[in-house]
């Protein structure tokens, strides 16, 4: 791994993405977009992180139509792309940053969507800060919860997150792109969630969904568990459009 010198702006992204797993090339423009850069500075600096030895950059096939560009900087002359291309650090240097080790991770076609749409969600609702007391990722989550033997398996929420408008509140993010289908799934997994935030004495968990669909089966549910608690509705469960949340923040 070469040295290079990062802007600070570089920084707060290199960490974040370490944060965060990885980026997809779309989000790590609206990240720079966040730090007040362009797309161009976006994936120069993606390419300077990697010929730095510091992250590597591969497309993910996800199954979506694209279209998809070639790129002269990332994809081989004669690569027909399918799927985005995705940024994620080396395993060294998300150590550096999370301060543990993390191991070897790599971006799947099965999970891209979803961390798609948590990192975009981050930025929309804490842009680039990096404090994990702020927006304490999914990945730090793993390493934070420590499951009890014997006791209830905690869910690992997609992330929490501190109400700017009361920081003595903290919050369970779940973002939801797809019906969960069979044996009572939803249902399962949404009280998991509400349970898992009440034993970390957390303030709630914030829902983001997408598709009119899916809103209303979250709302069925979320109706079916108040009922199950002898309550018209659950003060600590708020369910909100996360494309609309996006629009409204400018990272849709």
Sequence with gaps: MSEIRLQPWETRIEELTCQQYGLSSE??????????KGVQAAYKTAGRFKKAGRAHVIRVDFGSSGPWRHS???????TVPHGPLWIYPTREIAWAYLEFDPGEWTPKPST????????????????????PQVWTSERLLRRQIKTVPGQPTDRIHDAWFRDFTDPD??????????RKFGD??????????????????????LYFVRGEGLRRAVEGTAARLANKRGVDSLSNLEIHDLDATLARKGVR
């Design 72 to 78: 002269s900087d990332f994809d081989e002359p004669d």
């Design 184 to 205: 009572g799934r939803l249902l399962k997994v949404m009280t998991s969630a509400l349970e898992t935030a009440e034993r970390h004495d957390l303030a709630g968990v």
């Design 112 to 131: 891209a969507a979803h961390l798609t749409a948590v990192s975009e969600l981050r930025l929309a609702l804490t842009g680039l800060d990096t404090n």
């Design 169 to 178: 509140k903290v919050w369970a993010i779940e973002v939801e792109l797809s």
């Design 27 to 36: 989000t790590l423009v609206k990240a720079a977009h966040a730090a007040g």
